[in-house]
């Protein structure tokens, strides 16, 4: 009984450019607009006004100069650091976000018509004007292309049973005339519909469905298909489909809208392609077209956005963006903002934020950008007598539903009575005078106030067939206009009806950051208007106000948590802080979604409740597991999750006392305290009753009792056994039989003794008797089996020849179909090993069906030709495998030379390759072949001493051995071979030059990483800086010792880096490799972005690293260099290594100061909370956050122990 409120909106109308945008994205790590026009790509920061990037797209001849140029598609890269677009004439672009650079990535000649990525952002689909659809990976690596358009319906096609013909059938109501009637034609799409396909993904990134026109009917088809590429379904015809195409996030169904002969409709698909439920529009037939649709990205709502037909006298036309809920399968039309008629103001793109389900982008044709925040709220009348009929209002577009909980107490969508209004309804409000309360206003789309109040009390309360009504439903009084500029729609927000003829609400203040409080009293001129009698500027965004019935105080809540208190009645309103009776100024530590004002120990206190199920008393938390709360009277209801409902009476209890009574779970006879059921949230409380109204989801609930079957004291030992075995989480039943089997073979002599006849029964109660049955034939008794099997529901027609063919059976061979048949491969190929010589083959075939090599050669001895051939499909598999290594090993020991050489060849295994060369033995000169076989391979993984010895002593080519050791840097080696084989020669014509390019390389190499490393440690220095500012802050000046504060500065900066602790969690399949590597992607070095100072730390570390573990290879450079007398090129290289290790050893104290690893240890000691204890102590549950962090936080260790230098140098 939710309805949808408006926050706060943010309109920023500074961006301005040619055309008009035709695209439109969010940043989900900034926050920032991408918007593409006719002419350019914009990055536009709306709450600062600035442009952040842009870069003209038709001076890189992306798009034409004259402004005829369409962008297709545009989409947010997080990883990249870019954005992709699509444009009509075929070219897809990554435009650098960092850079400003524009690149294209490919170019299809017939044109595109869509672009869209999956959620995951690892493939991209293009739609193209040949109607074909190409799907592609993040680097643009082409998977598949196929047609649009498919005969068949896709992998998931039908089944036809054939249960009779259709003039056979029962047809309901409609009669046997439905039968012979014939399927309506499909009528082509309508002639607004634009012909471009719409391409939409399921939330998991698995399956994507693209609507488009067929060619045969000229209607609209939806296919279904999955991230392969691959058709998996196609929609039934369906008369009257429109273009918009919504995949809902959660993945259950496919939005679309109809239209119908009488009706407009949204209608539901399944992933089949079959119709799943609907709703209708509040408009006729043919009044208006549907733009769009679009899910939030948690699948609550459903934004539709929608344009009038036709154009009236001024030749404009009206644009609405309705957002509707579903409850109780019911959908109601929540909020409706009405555009208007101005072309300039109406909507030419519309998204929801991917991080924040309740906000909503609106960018306007005039490049006017709104992002509109919404937020859940249950409307009730706020009296405390009982005068009040504990009233709730939900809102159904142009119907108020109201609900007399009083009187009676029915579910949504039913309610006590409707009150039917001229326009959709925004905003509803009670009026807060005592015994006045049932009153209502509504706020509507169009600008009027709707006052509603109950008729006279002299109204009779029987009607004309003698029943009493118990809720007079309330009538309309008056309307009133209000005399708001209003530049976008609602721009008047948290409506309070204060006084009969005094209403105060929230709009948008004279700058992004502020707020202007209007106080609306009706025109001393006409008393049908609501004029402003007095404005007050509020320094921060106002998102909520609530009023006390028995104070008369109004509290204001701003988007930062700060409280504000609202002096209203005076003749000069104003605002002022929220203070204790000790002059404190008081403030939610967060931004709350729900509040309530209540006294407290006689002093006024604002509650409110977080999204995350926090609970405050102004900063003071009081729970943090509550789900719902409300306040009546002098009591605080709650609901909790772990579903209970507590009611506490203030006046007797302190702040401090009610943290200890909602931190207490309550005892046996605590009468403060009632289970309730599981998601139960309050809704309203009747005033001066005892009754609590919550809304509950609705959970089937299914009792199983058993009863007992005996009751002698042999059961009680015995049946419990058996129900210990089946009941583990790897049901046991094997065992269970088997103990059923045992008392069958040697029964009890014990009086009262359980028999296996009482036991197998006990065992059917437990446990599915089909299962039973199959387990039983794995005692291999056969009586068992038979007494299961009689129990059960088959015909003994099916199970008596299968026993008696297992009966006269060998037994091992029995045991053998026996266990094959129950899939108990391994016992099976167990029994099969002992029938013999002419059962062998059947056991290969067996060992190669279900990869049962190990355990095969185990059952054979090692000199038999079964064990050999065993070994050599074993070997055959291991190569399938990629393990030919492995392989050549098992087929060696075998006696199998020729098949083991083959297989070391292949995996570079060149010492056991030459081994068995010789063994066989090859002539000398394939020996050589088989060497220089091995060169490339070893030159590609950079083994060029192996590759060296290969050549020299196999292939007996010294100088092409020397060649290969002067490439790998193996100077000392190089040098033994040109004397052994007196090739002094290649030293002036190779090794010299080497020696002179490597000392340019390493030198140069070593200068780019010491500039490198000194720009990170600088930036470093200032990122730390610019947070300790900001962990500073945060502190309140009364508290400089909070450990919260010490958490956020280096667990969570360091640790999570704000919200990317629960970015892609939709990835939950990828390996602990891929999550390493996908963690690190979001180490990002641009300025500004969450975890820079984790991301520099990284990438220093690597630096040092690289450059500590060239100690060696500069060592033996040095050595070869003052051989050869090249003295001032060892001296420079030297001085060189030397003063980077100095820099990099130096900096590490200021890099990784101590006590940054100890951090990561939870916090506890007397300064610490519980949920700073808490927070510390899940950051070390996270194995791969863990992990990495503690590569990021310890220093790298530097080999100073290494020696490198040469004393003839320094």
């Known amino acids: 009984m939710r309805n949808l409120k408006l926050l706060k909106s943010l309109r920023s109308s500074e961006l301005q450019g040619p055309g008009s945008p035709q695209c439109f994205a969010v940043r989900a790590d900034t926050g920032s607009l991408l918007v593409a026009s006719h002419y350019s790509i914009t990055e536009y920061d709306p709450r600062t006004g600035q442009v ?4 003209s797209l038709t001076a890189e001849g992306f798009l034409p100069e004259d402004g005829s140029g369409v962008v297709v598609g545009l989409q947010d890269l997080a990883e990249l650091e870019s954005a992709c677009l699509a444009t009509a004439g075929g070219d897809v672009v990554l435009f650098n976000l960092n850079t400003s650079q524009l690149e294209c990535f490919g170019s299809v000649d017939s044109g595109l018509t869509s672009m869209s990525w999956s959620p995951d952002e690892e493939l991209v689909v293009l739609t193209t004007g040949q109607e074909t659809i190409i799907m592609m990976t993040k680097d643009f690596e082409p998977i598949t292309e196929v047609g649009i358009h498919q005969d068949d319906f896709g992998e998931g096609k039908f089944i036809t049973v054939g249960w009779g013909k259709k003039e056979t059938q029962f047809h309901g109501s409609e009669g046997k005339q439905a039968a012979q009637r014939k399927v309506q034609e499909v009528q082509p799409a309508a002639a607004w519909d634009d012909r471009r396909p719409r391409v939409t993904w399921r939330g998991d990134g698995q399956l994507f469905a693209v609507s488009a026109i067929c060619l045969q009917t000229g209607a609209r088809k939806v296919r279904v298909w999955n991230r392969e590429g691959v058709l998996q379904a196609t929609s039934e015809p369906i008369n009257g489909l ?48 549907v733009k769009d649709l679009l899910w939030n990205s948690d699948s609550t709502i459903l934004a539709v956005w929608l344009e009038d037909m036709s154009a009236g006298e001024d030749k404009q036309v009206n644009t609405y963006i309705q957002l509707w809920m579903v409850g109780n399968y019911h959908w109601y039309l929540k909020q409706s903002l009405d555009f208007g008629r101005d072309s300039q103001k109406a909507p030419a793109c519309v998204c929801w934020d991917p991080e924040r389900p309740l ?49 009676c107490v029915v579910p949504p969508p039913m309610c006590s009575f ?35 109040s109950q008729d006279s009390e002299k109204q009779a309360d029987k009607t004309a067939n003698g029943f009493r009504t118990m809720s007079r439903p309330l009538v309309l009084q008056k309307s009133l206009r209000v005399t708001v500029l209003q530049e976008e729609p609602l721009a008047l927000r948290q409506l309070l009806w204060l006084e009969d003829e005094l209403f105060v609400g929230v709009s948008c203040g004279l700058l992004p950051t502020s707020s202007t409080i209007l106080m609306l009293r009706p025109s001393q001129d006409a008393d049908d208007t609501l004029t402003v009698r007095s404005e007050t500027e509020v320094d921060g965004v106002v998102v909520s106000m609530v009023h006390c019935s028995q104070t008369g105080t109004v509290a204001l809540q701003l988007e930062d948590g700060q409280i504000r208190k609202l002096l209203w009645d005076c003749p000069e309103p104003s605002v002022e802080d929220w203070r204790d009776s000790s002059g404190c100024s008081i403030n939610f530590p967060v931004l709350c979604v729900q509040t309530a004002l209540c006294s407290i120990s006689g002093e006024e206190c604002l509650l409110g409740l977080t999204d995350r199920s926090h609970l405050y008393a102004g900063d003071t938390e009081l729970a943090s597991n509550i789900s719902s709360f409300a306040v009546c009277n002098d009591f605080l209801l709650i609901t909790t999750h772990s579903h209970t409902c507590r009611c506490l009476q203030l006046s007797m209890l302190s702040v401090k006392g009610l943290q200890v009574a909602l931190a207490s779970d309550g005892g046996q006879n605590d009468e403060t305290l009632r289970r309730v059921e599981r998601g139960s949230r309050i809704v309203t409380v009747v005033p001066q009753d005892t009754r609590v109204i919550l809304q509950t989801r609705c959970c089937p609930h299914t009792t199983c009792i058993v009863n007992s079957i005996l009751s002698t004291n042999g059961q009680t030992f015995f049946l419990p056994i058996l129900t210990a075995h089946v009941k583990k989480t790897v049901p046991e039943l094997e065992i269970a039989l088997q103990r059923v089997h045992e008392l069958r073979v040697n029964p009890p002599e014990a009086p009262g003794a359980v028999s296996a006849e009482e036991a197998l029964k006990y065992l059917l109660f437990l446990v599915n008797v089909n299962d039973l049955y199959d387990h039983s034939l794995g005692t291999y008794d056969f009586d068992l089996v038979l007494m299961v099997a009689e129990k059960s529901q088959k015909d003994p027609k099916e199970y008596l020849p299968f026993l008696n063919m297992l009966k006269s059976l060998e037994p091992n061979y029995q045991r053998y179909t026996i266990d094959k048949h129950l899939k108990r491969y391994r016992k099976a190929l167990h029994h099969l090993s002992k029938c013999g010589e002419e059962h062998f083959l059947e056991a290969l075939q067996l060992v190669k069906e279900q990869k049962l090599y190990s355990e095969a050669l185990r059952l054979y001895t090692a000199d038999s030709p079964h064990y050999k051939a065993l070994s050599c499909a074993y070997a055959q598999h291991l190569v399938e495998q990629q393990q030919a290594e492995q392989a050549g090993l098992l087929l060696w020991r075998c006696r199998e030379p020729a098949g083991a050489l083959q297989a070391f060849a292949s995996s570079s295994s060149w010492r056991n390759a030459i081994c068995v060369a010789q063994q066989i033995p090859l002539p000398p000169d394939q020996l050589a072949l088989l060497a220089r076989d091995f060169l490339e391979k070893l030159t590609e993984q950079r083994r060029y001493s192996e590759a060296a010895l290969l050549l020299d002593q196999y292939a007996k080519d010294c100088e092409e051995a020397i060649l290969a050791l002067i490439t790998g840097a193996v100077w000392e080696e190089a040098l033994r071979l040109i004397y052994m084989h007196n090739r002094q020669d290649i030293t002036e014509t190779n090794l010299k030059p080497a ?60 640790m999570t880096g704000s919200k990317y602790s629960h970015s892609n969690s939709r990835i939950s399949s990828r390996s602990s490799k891929n999550r390493r590597k996908a963690e690190r992607k979001k180490l990002s070095l641009k300025e500004g972005s969450p975890m820079e100072d984790r991301a520099l730390m990284y990438a220093l570390g690597e630096i040092i690293t690289t450059v500590d573990k060239m100690r060696e290879e500069v060592h033996n450079l040095l050595k070869a260099l003052v051989l050869f007398q090249f003295d001032k090129q060892a001296e420079k290289l030297q001085l060189a290594y030397e003063e980077a290790l100095q820099t990099m050893e130096a900096a590490v104290p200021e890099v990784w100061p101590e006590g940054l690893q100890n951090s990561q240890a939870p916090l506890t000691g007397p300064n610490s909370t519980a949920n700073s204890i808490m927070a510390s102590f899940q950051q070390q549950q996270r194995p791969a956050a863990s992990q990495q962090a503690a590569e990021v936080l310890a220093p790298p260790k530097m080999r100073n122990g290494v020696k490198w230098k040469l004393t003839v140098l320094t």
């Open 995 to 1054: 020696l002179l390019e490597a000392v340019s390389t390493q030198t140069a190499f070593l200068e780019a990483q010491v500039a490198t490393f000194t720009r990170h440690r600088a930036r470093l220095a200032v990122v730390r800086e610019q947070k300790e500012k900001a962990r500073l802050d945060m502190l309140d000046e009364d508290c400089p010792d909070c450990p919260d504060a010490e958490l956020y500065s280096e667990a969570s900066s360091v």
């Open 242 to 289: 429109e273009q918009a195409l919504c995949w809902k996030p959660s993945g259950s169904l496919i939005a679309s809208t109809q239209r119908h002969p009488n009706k407009h409709s949204v209608v539901f698909m399944e992933k089949n392609g079959l119709l799943h439920g609907d709703f209708t529009l509040p408009f006729s037939k043919d009044q208006s077209k």
């Open 52 to 55: 952040v990037t842009e870069a």
């Open 418 to 452: 409707e009150l039917q209004l001229a326009s959709p309804v925004n905003q509803v409000t009670f009026l807060c005078q005592p015994q006045r309360t049932n009153q209502l206003a509504a706020l509507t789309s169009d600008g009027q106030i709707s006052v509603y």
């Open 359 to 407: 906000r909503l982008h609106v960018m306007t044709r005039s490049w006017t950008s709104i992002t509109y925040d919404w937020g859940y709220t249950t409307e009730r009348s706020p009296g405390l007598d009982a005068a009040d009929n504990a009233n709730v209002a939900v809102i159904d577009g142009d119907k108020i539903l109201v609900t007399t909980f009083r009187q």
